[in-house]
């Protein structure tokens, strides 16, 4: 079945506002010029006119799948038309995942910490992001993404934490701009976080501490940076019943493995592909650990999954190689950082929500 005519309306634009939108929304013509306003039709649109079926009496699962297609953005206005479209809007469905990985911040590197510094109107701009997702999403986000050049603040994750109290997945590799204080707070709420991506910090028993103590259902980690022996530590310690550990693209010591190896008698899944091993010799000095040896794959052996690679013709190993075990993810492809052996980790194309469209209509001058 065919469309109608395109009717005569201009594609919303980041200068049009969400009161412009509902406003010719009081009647079936106006509801379908918001639509087409937002850039979407379906041929289930076109069925149910067809049927002569009011806006108001259409099932909820049905809006659903139509305000699926639609973005940020666009979601706003829809969601202030009537009670049934905001409940729609705000559906498990559409907000299970936020992805926010086509969303970088402005900033400079500094010398001092925390080593960045970001353009206010950046902080500005994710601050009305956050707002309006939260706003609309009422609770219902269990995924939340973040790009590693994604430098929120405390006052950021206080928001956020507060407001999607059932996360249960956490993507944020950026943590310097956040405190000590700011963290363990926003875990405190996230009572049913399971899994959890986060950076390389200078002193991790107290985040491994506070993830124990708040979040009883915890089994998946992955930590992108460095990992030794006192992180490998914290976990054994604090965290002995994770399932799924993932050090991707990460500097890790020998020593560090071992202790994982020896005492995380639950861990099921254990992903060290592309990692730049070390083991310190005699000397004191660290040599690179291009091949596993026996002793460590018998002990890897009990895991159900072991994924590795230290493999010198690999493109991901060269580039680690290159970056000196510090992963410069600017440098090469935007999906590059995104990617994990382990599937549960791995993050797939970027979600719907905040779809390059939504990130130019958001985008400061």
């Known amino acids: 079945?065919?469309?109608?005519?395109?009717?005569?309306?201009?594609?919303?634009?980041?200068?049009?506002?969400?009161?412009?939108?509902?406003?010719?929304?009081?009647?079936?013509?106006?509801?379908?010029?918001?639509?087409?306003?937002?850039?979407?039709?379906?041929?289930?649109?076109?069925?149910?006119?067809?049927?002569?079926?009011?806006?108001?009496?259409?099932?909820?699962?049905?809006?659903?799948?139509?305000?699926?297609?639609?973005?940020?953005?666009?979601?706003?206005?829809?969601?202030?038309?009537?009670?049934?479209?905001?409940?729609?809007?705000?559906?498990?469905?559409?907000?299970?995942?936020?992805?926010f990985g086509l969303l970088k911040s402005n900033y400079i590197q500094t010398r001092a910490s925390p080593f960045i510094w970001v353009d206010h109107r950046s902080d500005k701009r994710l601050a009305r992001i956050l707002r309006l997702a939260m706003a609309i999403s009422c609770g219902n986000v269990s995924c939340m993404i973040f790009h590693y050049n994604l430098y929120m603040k405390d006052e950021h994750l206080h928001y956020i934490s507060e407001r999607s109290p059932h996360l249960k997945r956490l993507v944020m590799p950026a943590w310097?701009?956040?405190?000590?204080?700011?963290?363990?707070?926003?875990?405190?709420?996230?009572?049913?976080?399971?899994?959890?991506?986060?950076?390389?910090?200078?002193?991790?028993?107290?985040?491994?501490?506070?993830?124990?103590?708040?979040?009883?259902?915890?089994?998946?980690?992955?930590?992108?940076?460095?990992?030794?022996?006192?992180?490998?530590?914290?976990?054994?310690?604090?965290?002995?019943?994770?399932?799924?550990?993932?050090?991707?693209?990460?500097?890790?010591?020998?020593?560090?493995?071992?202790?994982?190896l020896d005492n995380m008698v639950n861990l099921e899944i254990l992903n060290i592909s592309h990692c730049l091993l070390l083991e310190t010799v005699a000397t004191g000095r660290k040599q690179i650990i291009h091949e596993l040896d026996d002793q460590t794959l018998e002990k890897a052996s009990r895991l159900r999954e072991f994924h590795h690679c230290q493999n010198r013709s690999c493109l991901a190993c060269q580039r680690m190689m290159a970056d000196e075990g510090i992963m410069r993810w600017y440098r090469y492809e935007d999906w590059f950082w995104r990617r994990d052996e382990v599937r549960s980790l791995d993050l797939q194309d970027y979600g719907k929500l905040f779809d390059a469209e939504c990130e130019k209509l958001t985008a400061v001058d």
């Open 1 to 99: 079945m065919q469309p109608p005519p395109h009717p005569q309306i201009p594609h919303a634009s980041a200068s049009s506002s969400a009161a412009d939108f509902v406003a010719d929304a009081d009647a079936d013509g106006g509801i379908l010029l918001l639509l087409w306003s937002c850039g979407v039709w379906a041929p289930r649109i076109s069925q149910i006119m067809g049927m002569g079926k009011r806006w108001e009496d259409m099932d909820t699962d049905v809006l659903v799948k139509i305000f699926k297609e639609l973005n940020l953005v666009e979601l706003s206005p829809v969601s202030q038309v009537c009670r049934l479209w905001r409940l729609a809007c705000s559906d498990p469905l559409i907000w299970n995942t936020l992805d």
């Open 176 to 260: 310097n701009r956040i405190t000590k204080l700011g963290i363990c707070q926003a875990i405190q709420r996230w009572e049913e976080l399971e899994s959890l991506t986060m950076p390389t910090i200078g002193h991790p028993p107290y985040i491994m501490e506070e993830i124990a103590r708040s979040c009883k259902n915890f089994a998946e980690l992955k930590v992108m940076g460095s990992f030794d022996d006192l992180f490998a530590s914290a976990i054994a310690t604090h965290l002995p019943k994770l399932k799924v550990l993932s050090l991707r693209c990460s500097k890790v010591t020998m020593s560090a493995l071992l202790w994982l």
